[in-house]
């Protein structure tokens, strides 16, 4: 799986000594005692049995209606059983709730008792025209749902249902597990099914999602379906491994399971694993398994998809099946696709399976790549696309790109054929920045070199170069806040040959941010790294050293070595001299002369991706500062051979007792003797046949 942005590692909050106080709760309840429910002065939930009074009040019919929330403490539910607070649709919760970013630990729901009625699970059950914000159930929570009934299954790790609401700034970590068996299984990350317009912003699921049913399951990472009132999903993102497992149909997404009428997905993505299973169809795709005239915009998939099904199985990076005029704008997808129908139809899409569209409105999509395995299997028929595997009427695709990276011939060649170098350029940005900066380029590769969207991911905190003094220093650092609420920004630092880090956190909230660090010691190595802290983790950037005596620079071993492609690596130590330009010189051995590159950016690593293959090279890092340039070490590199390729494309002038095969040779370093095609009934051996060069 590929990890995106700079995160050193997770940490908690408490790392920088912003741990608040824990309520353990021991089963009792007891009323709040301070605040008067309104805005200005709201009730204060100080304490566990506090929380556990409210869920009881409101199952006891108390709706709060325009009443105000707020608490003040880290809650640990010490495992022990939870009712939600809103039991069902007549004993909801209508008031705000705001966590005021604390966290609550250890949920323990295990509902395996039957009873008759829809079942709603989760923290919340039913809310309707509520608020809820800045909430973090994080560590051990657990949701486990299972007995025979004929009605729904509504289970969430915020909410299971909600009606007019907004639900913002939440997050949920553990699992959940529901078997429906004979009924419909709805189960989200942080919500199982909205209603009414109700909207979703910032939230984040790292829990495992499983829904099973006989009937029908949805598994959302976000929610898991919705009702036709245009909901609006922004800024989300799950990482957690999504499963649906059904009799009849199967619905899963990393965002949501279904999208239905008029809903929009902005600026989320998902990396975590979605896979469904189902006797008859299965739709699965990195965001949504299906939608209904929807709005997909700057949004992106890196987790791998699976469907399997008996009869249909759709499989997309972004969506599996797409119905009525859509939009897709500004996405991509980096993870495999994988789709098996065990007797009828597989569809595997780089960005969609399925487009179904008959109105006079085209579905669109705009600005889109897809680099990962597309895989389509059947015993009866096959369909695979590097944007759709297949589009039934009117859509229109701009600047739409992907690589040849199936195991297979595609059925369906819509967009534009591509390769990596091109992905990997930045040509791709001139072209999709025509008239939408939604673009930026891939630093440091962590998305292996593919274009990154600007507002979409994991926050991105990038430690800048310093500005040395001979005994003080002017740290710099750039932040792009994306989907999460930043609380807190500043600095870790420490001598090199020490091992605790000491923090100053700076008061600034804009893009770039800086802090002059003073009384240092002279002729000494230090390290730094910028931070910002989240209302669930802390973020760091990438480490620096810096001199506050003269610049060094050393030139490190190549990485990613490739036929034509290799990175160079450089280390940099700032020095109290202004560093103007930093660089690599390389050449192969037997040429005479260097080639020069100047590195723009604050890392110090170059992507070449035109080197010669089976060729020896030597290259070293330079830095010029305001008096010298100074030189690294040489180190040398030899690249492999290019490996030739035989690719298999489809069949043409197809006649009942004939067929005309094709294939393509690109040629490497290798010599090709001999090539030709094997080709066999479905219950025969092979037949060959073969054609000398």
């Not at 995106?4 to 009323?31: E, K, M, N, P």
């Not at 068996?181 to 499983?210: D, E, P």
């Not at 103007?580 to 050449?587: I, N, S």
């Amino acid at each position: 799986m590929k990890r995106f942005i700079y995160i050193i590692l997770f940490v908690l909050i408490s790392c920088h000594g912003l741990q608040a106080q824990s309520s353990v709760w021991d089963g009792t309840r007891s009323r709040w005692v301070k605040g008067n429910g309104t805005l200005q002065n709201p009730f204060l939930i100080e304490e566990a049995a506090h929380l556990a009074y409210l869920a009881d009040v409101v199952n006891a019919g108390v709706l709060y209606a325009d009443s105000f929330f707020v608490l003040t403490v880290d809650i640990d539910l010490n495992h022990l059983p939870w009712t939600p607070i809103g039991k069902d649709a007549n004993a909801f919760y209508a008031g705000s709730f705001d966590g005021n970013y604390h966290r609550i630990n250890n949920l323990n729901i295990q509902d395996t008792t039957y009873r008759s009625g829809i079942v709603y699970a989760g923290l919340f059950g039913y809310v309707l025209d509520a608020d809820i914000r800045n909430l973090a159930l994080l560590s051990d929570n657990h949701i486990f749902v299972s007995f025979v009934s004929s009605y729904n299954f509504y289970v969430g790790g915020i909410a299971a249902y909600a009606f007019a609401s907004q639900i913002s700034n939440c997050c949920f970590e553990g699992s959940i597990a529901v078997y429906a068996y004979n009924s419909y299984a709805y189960v989200g990350g942080i919500l199982a099914y909205c209603s009414a317009g109700t909207g979703m912003k910032h939230c984040i699921n790292r829990a495992s999602i499983l829904a099973s049913s006989e009937g029908i399951a949805y598994a959302g990472g976000i929610m898991a379906d919705g009702d036709n009132s245009q909901p609006l999903i922004q800024g989300c993102y799950n990482l957690g491994n999504i499963q649906a497992i059904a009799y009849n149909y199967t619905y899963a997404g990393g965002i949501s399971a279904k999208l239905n009428y008029k809903a929009s997905l902005i600026n989320c993505f998902n990396s975590g694993e979605i896979n469904a299973n189902s006797n008859y169809y299965a739709y699965v795709g990195g965001l949504t398994g299906f939608g209904n005239s929807v709005t997909i915009r700057n949004s992106f998939n890196e987790g791998n998809i699976y469907a399997k099904a008996y009869d249909l199985a759709y499989a997309g990076g972004l969506a599996g099946f797409i119905d009525y005029p859509s939009e897709f704008s500004n996405v991509y997808n980096t993870g495999d696709v994988f789709s098996h129908s065990l007797y009828y139809k597989s569809f595997a899409g780089g960005i969609a399976a399925y487009v179904y569209n008959f109105s006079h409105v085209l579905t669109r999509f705009t600005n889109c790549y897809h680099c990962g395995m597309l895989t389509s299997l059947s015993s009866m028929m096959s369909f695979s696309g590097g944007i759709a595997a297949e589009i039934v009427s009117q859509a229109e695709l701009n600047r739409c790109y992907y690589l040849t990276t199936s195991q297979q011939s595609f059925s369906n060649h819509l967009g534009i054929e591509t390769n990596k170098d091109f992905l990997r350029s930045y040509s791709i940005l001139d072209t999709f920045n025509q008239s939408d900066p939604a673009w930026m380029y891939d630093e440091d590769n962590e998305n292996e070199g593919y274009p990154l969207l600007a507002m979409s991911g994991l926050n991105l905190i990038i430690t800048e170069k310093p500005q040395v003094f001979a005994s003080s220093v002017m740290l710099k650092a750039k932040q792009f806040q994306r989907s999460d609420s930043i609380t807190q920004r500043g600095f870790a630092f420490k001598k090199l040959s020490e091992t605790v880090f000491s923090y100053v956190i700076v008061d600034n909230e804009s893009t770039y941010f800086d802090y002059l660090l003073s009384s240092l010691q002279v002729d000494s190595l230090y390290e730094y790294k910028a931070f910002v802290v989240l209302y669930h983790d802390t973020l760091y950037g990438n480490s620096m050293v810096f001199s506050t005596a003269e610049a060094r620079v050393y030139t490190l071993p190549v990485s990613e070595l490739a036929s034509h492609y290799v990175r160079l690596h450089g280390e940099l130590i700032y020095g109290n001299d202004s560093i103007l330009a930093k660089g690599f010189c390389y050449k192969p051995l037997s040429d005479p002369d260097y080639t020069w590159k100047t590195i723009p950016h604050a890392y110090f690593s170059l992507s070449i991706s035109d080197v010669l293959s089976h060729t020896s090279y030597m290259y070293y890092a330079y830095a010029v500062t305001s008096s010298d340039t100074l030189y690294g070490e040489t180190l040398y590199f030899d690249t492999p051979k290019q490996v030739s390729e035989v690719i298999t494309e489809n069949t043409s002038e197809l006649g009942p007792y004939s067929a005309c095969l094709h294939g393509r040779i690109v040629y490497g370093d290798d010599s090709v003797v001999t090539r030709g095609f094997e080709y066999k009934d479905v219950s025969a051996s092979y037949s060959f046949v073969c054609e000398l060069l």
